[in-house]
């Protein structure tokens, strides 16, 4: 089974009790959403391999590590996903962006993909598929599998609150794809809602409702 984390970091969890307050403005929540990307960056890019290398410095010879291995490739799913990639590129500034489009259907909750462009070596880069919300899982399921379907086979999933039972799809389809997420809530409402959550992150971000 694939490993969940929740990066529970003091500025994570602070930044976050503003973004879930419903009085927040859209421009507050979309520099929080950022913020928190970047955060969770941090701790999402800890495996990351190293090299040694032998540098001079101003004082001696010596040997140093850097950053060798797969190249990054940050996927948001549409649009919420979106507010979550300057973020990530803050910290990892050569990944490149994917995008994947979907909504979910207010009754069914089913996830219906309209939109998809990766990059061309989508296969040999690291993948982070990023969305704010984990809800019922259909639509980070639905992007993990265009993802595998195009040759992806490293990929993590970065969302900001997550639910029990979008963990446990995710886990259960997936069990090679770990999970960070900054929260895990409660339970979903019966509109597929996080609970409490912070409602819909896409109207949040974009200020549609
Ligand atoms: O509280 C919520 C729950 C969901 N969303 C949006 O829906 C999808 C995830 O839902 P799944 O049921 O996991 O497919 C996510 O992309 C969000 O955009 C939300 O905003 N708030
Ligand atoms: O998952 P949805 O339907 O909430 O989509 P969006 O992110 O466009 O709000
Ligand atoms: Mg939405």
Request: glycine share 8%; proline share 5%.
């Amino acid at each position: 089974m694939s490993k969940f984390t929740v990066i529970d970091h003091p500025l994570i969890q602070h930044k976050l009790r503003i973004l879930r307050d419903k009085n927040t403005s859209t421009k507050d929540f979309r520099e929080l959403v950022n913020e928190i990307a970047t955060l969770m960056a941090y701790e999402v890019s800890r495996d990351m391999q190293l090299e040694d290398v032998e540098i001079d410095t101003p004082v001696a010879h010596t040997t140093v590590k850097q950053l060798t291995g797969k190249k990054v490739a940050v996927v948001p799913i549409l649009r919420a996903g979106l507010g979550m990639v300057d973020g990530v590129v803050k910290l990892i500034p050569a990944a490149r962006i994917g995008h994947i489009g979907m909504y979910r259907d207010e009754k069914t909750l089913e996830p219906h993909e309209y939109f998809i462009k990766l990059p061309e070596d989508i296969e040999k880069r690291e993948v982070i598929v990023v969305d704010p919300m984990l809800a019922t899982g259909g639509s980070a399921k639905d992007a993990i599998a265009a993802l595998k379907k195009r040759g992806a086979r490293y990929i993590k999933l970065m969302v900001l609150v997550a639910a029990p039972e979008g963990v446990k799809a995710v886990q259960a389809a997936d069990p090679d794809v770990d999970i960070f997420a900054a929260a895990l809530d409660d339970h979903l409402n019966d509109k597929g809602y996080i609970v409490p959550g912070l409602g819909d992150a896409g109207d949040r971000l974009f200020g549609t409702k």
